[in-house]
């Protein structure tokens, strides 16, 4: 049986995209921190719709990745 060798090239880049989110990660979570930089007093229904698209495109990333909601077996 002959050994497999990894593909060098494809895990270069599989780190690099892997840190690259992490790097996104801890944006969104400063941001969040930050109440995504809004105002408390000054919030409206734009600021709403803004988080809930947000929320939906996470939601559908973590879905993805973890295989649930829509993409459960």
Known sequence: MKSRTPNTQATDAYVELVI?????????????????????????WANVGDLTLTLNQLT??????????????
């Open 20 to 44: 690259s989110i992490q790097e996104k990660l801890a944006i969104l979570q400063g941001a969040a921190n930050d109440h995504f930089g809004a105002d408390p007093d000054r919030i409206d």
């Open 60 to 73: 559908d990333i973590a879905d993805r990745i973890t295989g649930q909601g829509e993409y459960a077996n």
